[in-house]
Nanobody, 120 residues
Framework: QVQLVESGGGLVQAGGSLRLSCAASGSILSVTNMGWYRQAPGKQRDLVATITGGGTTRYSDSVKGRFTISRDNAKNTVYLEMNSLKPEDTAVYYC??????????????WGQGTQVTVSS
């Protein structure tokens, strides 16, 4: 079984910064694509940024130039550095990882979510 544990959310003023972390743990053999998604109240869950095992990144247009995704493959951890935050960035942020477990085939896993609130 694979678990994803997120941390780093909180309350910040507009223009501020936050850094999210997500660590994958458990019976892991390999992790490839990792990413961050977010869901605001009453809205669908949307992609924020993804990163492959080789480090190729992709961002939604709404966060390009402000957010940076990175990963530490040795720690099976993905990060999201968020700068110049806006009130519209307020959402629950979810981590996702595509992982191979010792007894489970390649599967998408989700974290429990971490709240990010940006005040104006």
């Amino acid at each position: 079984q694979v678990q994803l544990v997120e941390s780093g959310g909180g309350l910040v003023q507009a223009g501020g910064s936050l850094r999210l972390s997500c660590a994958a743990s458990g019976s892991i053999l390999s992790v490839t694509n990792m990413g961050w998604y977010r869901q605001a109240p009453g809205k669908q869950r949307d992609l924020v940024a993804t990163i492959t095992g080789g480090g190729t990144t992709r961002y939604s247009d709404s966060v390009k130039g402000r957010f940076t995704i990175s990963r530490d493959n040795a720690k099976n951890t993905v990060y999201l550095e968020m700068n110049s935050l806006k009130p519209e960035d307020t959402a629950v942020y979810y981590c996702k990882a595509f992982a191979l477990g010792r007894t489970v085939p390649w599967t998408d896993y989700w974290g429990q979510g971490t709240q990010v609130t940006v005040s104006s």
